[in-house]
């Protein structure tokens, strides 16, 4: 067979030959950390509660800490490490969040702390921030047009 | 105060949050593994689902289940823009639409910017050993 | 210098290649080959303050160090052919800026230390006495260029491949003791309609047997007439695609085929998934390890073919495919 005879076959020839990620390794791990730092968000989350905060204030503190340790950890080179064993366990938390924040600034330091760190921080990141803003903004129209969340389920 | 450490270490609660998150975390593994998205574009996905979610008043009982383990994940971050958005809707009316999302979420951006030009300017990055 | 077929030159009085020299850095240093090259590198910035500095140091001091094994003195370099993968090829215009020698910088990906060689092996048939070549990559000025920032938590999928931190550097001379150059086959640009930047050695192996049959075919050799076919940096997938794009062209590489990407790094112990890339890769392999194996007449017929994935970032975003190329250079002992 002529793996070149179209791009096609040689797409499917490609897909064939290359190797597949480790998947259910991969799963299991992201399951794992990724249960473990939302957990340590749990128990952050309950002791605030404990000391009487009301829900929204916890909620935003055990995002501050989580941010906090995330940055500390990318700081001090490890939270790559992490990242490449536990994939999505440690990107989808709000850790990545940081971690996407945090890498670039560190990475751009070279060009400088205004157009460099100041500029390129949001070289991952911004995306998120722009399509989570702008879908929250949609729903708050939404929501105000019809004046009731339960109207867009039907 | 007094911390009741029962209740901070409540094991049902936590292993609602542990299971639930881990789940959230294989979606999001399976999507990179299979679909070879960036990292960005997963990021973008998950936060894009939570706001929607939040909005159709539907993440709302995820958070309810699992806590910290729906909204520590980005789908949680998404969901609390939203949620942010409908209260000061429900507050102050058209201006809300703008300024309840961002509002909501203040703490964790500032958070991530300040500390990110603090490991800047303290750290440099270093080449993966492995 | 004559046109054989196609797209062959063959060189009438062919150049020697007089002497090379390479610098690895620190992961390479613990690959299979360390011994072989010149010096290696403890840790990635090697004294100065950005990857972009330190990749413009390593090119520069390998080709000091080649100026000075070869004991030609710098005054008798007539041109210099240098290249790598930052945009507008800073790391060999900065970091051979003070070298006072005319200067080609040339792009062809990781492909561009066989251009270099060639380009300059015509200079020395035509009006030269010697011609530095040169190339360079830096496995964190690479990533940060087309990849994502180096503390960034993501995965490498298992197609991926690693950038060389590395370089090489030959002088190409009208008289000398060999190894020759014989002959050099030009690529042409082949796209096969790969998208994924994640897989190169897919998505450049069909510019490889492009490469590899028109040579055949214009010079009426065959497989076996080589001690060693090494390809530039197809990595381990790009590889065995190759063996098999070659089989069904009629063409059994497999016994004496081997890849540059594959060689320079363990991929058990290293964690490198498919092999090492980048300019630095095929500069530094053939540099360090091959050079030395030519002349010890260990290896007497070696047919090099490097190459490059013709993309940049930019294009990767806007979804377009990857052209591959493949330049190949015959030198014989």
Same mark, same amino acid.
């Given at each position: 067979?002529? $793996? ?14 290359? $190797? ?19 957990? #340590? ?39 790559? %490490? ?9 990107? #989808? $938390? ?25 500029? %390129? ?14 879908a929250s903004?949609i729903v708050g129209?939404i929501y105000?047009?019809f004046?009731t969340q339960s109207i867009t389920l039907v | ?19 639930t998150?881990?789940i959230i975390? =294989?979606i999001?593994?399976?999507? =990179? ?8 574009? =997963?990021?973008?996905i998950f936060v894009t689902t939570g706001a929607i979610l939040g909005g159709l008043g539907i993440y709302k009982y995820l958070v309810d289940f699992a806590g910290?383990g729906a909204t520590?994940p980005l789908t949680g971050f998404g969901y609390n823009l939203a949620k942010g958005a409908i209260e ?6 058209? =201006? ?35 | ?181 014989? /002959? ?30 028109? /040579? ?56 490198? /998934? ?52 493949? /330049? ?6």
């Open positions: 067979m002529d $793996p070149l005879e179209t791009k096609q076959t040689y797409q499917n020839y490609v897909d064939k030959k290359s $190797p597949n990620s480790p998947i259910l390794k991969n799963c299991f791990n992201a399951f794992w950390v990724g249960g473990l730092i939302c957990t #340590i968000g749990q128990v952050i989350l309950n002791i605030c509660k404990e000391r009487g905060f009301d829900t929204q204030i916890s909620g935003t503190i055990v995002s501050i800490i989580l941010i906090g340790i995330s940055a500390f950890l990318t700081g001090l080179n490890l939270f790559n %490490k992490i990242g490449k064993f536990a994939g999505a366990g440690s990107l #989808i $938390p709000i850790t990545g969040f940081a971690n996407s924040i945090v890498s670039p600034a560190m990475e751009y330091k070279s060009e400088g702390y205004v157009m460099g760190v100041g500029g %390129k921080m949001f070289t991952v990141a911004g995306p998120v921030l722009v399509f989570g803003i702008s903004i129209i105000l047009i004046n | 105060m007094d911390i009741n450490w029962a209740n901070v270490f409540e094991w049902s609660s936590l292993l609602k949050c542990f299971v998150a881990g975390c =294989i999001g593994q399976i999507l =990179i593994d299979k679909t070879k998205l960036t990292p960005a574009r =997963i990021l973008v910290a520590v000061e809707v429900q507050k102050s009316g058209l =201006i809300g639409v703008f300024t309840g999302g961002v509002k909501a979420a203040a703490g964790g951006i500032a958070a991530a910017v300040f500390f990110g030009y603090l490991a800047s300017l303290i750290s440099k990055p270093k080449m993966k050993k492995q | 210098m004559e046109k054989l077929g196609s797209q062959t030159i063959k060189f009438n009085t062919p150049p020697t290649i007089l002497d090379c020299a390479s610098i690895v850095g620190p992961k390479e240093a613990q690959g299979p080959l360390a011994k072989y090259f010149d010096q290696t590198l403890d840790d990635e910035f090697w004294g100065e303050k950005t990857w972009e500095k330190a990749e413009s140091k390593i090119i520069k001091e390998t080709v000091n160090t080649v100026i000075s094994k070869s004991g030609i003195s710098i005054d008798k370099i007539d041109c210099l052919f240098a290249g790598d993968l930052l945009n507008q090829c800073i790391s060999s215009s900065f970091g051979l800026r003070e070298l006072n020698v005319p200067f080609f910088g040339v792009f062809g990906a990781c492909s561009t230390f066989v251009e270099s060689l060639s380009l300059g092996s015509i200079c020395v048939e035509g009006f030269a006495e010697n011609v530095l070549c040169a190339t360079s990559s830096h496995f964190c000025s690479a990533e940060k260029q087309f990849r994502f920032p180096l503390e960034l938590g993501n995965q490498r999928p298992p197609t991926s491949q690693w950038t060389v931190t590395g370089a090489g550097a030959a002088i190409v001379s009208k008289s000398g003791t060999g190894p020759f150059v014989t /002959h050099i086959t030009p690529g042409k640009i082949v796209d096969m309609g790969i998208k994924d930047a994640n897989n190169m050695g897919a998505a450049m192996a069909p510019a490889f047997a492009d490469t590899l049959i028109s /040579h055949f075919q214009d010079t009426g050799r065959n497989p076996s007439y080589y001690d060693a076919i090494i390809s530039g940096d197809l990595g381990h997938i790009g590889k065995e695609i190759a063996i098999d794009i070659a089989k069904s062209k009629g063409y059994n590489i497999k016994s004496n085929y081997n890849d540059c990407g594959v060689l320079i790094f363990d991929k058990s112990t290293q964690d490198t /998934h498919s092999g090492g890339s980048g300019c630095g890769c095929c500069g530094s392999v053939f540099s360090g390890y091959f050079f030395k194996q030519l002349k010890d007449k260990k290896i007497k017929k070696i047919l090099l073919i490097a190459t490059g994935a013709l993309m940049n970032s930019t294009s990767s975003q806007q979804g377009e495919t990857i052209p591959g190329i493949a /330049h190949a250079i015959s030198i014989e002992m």
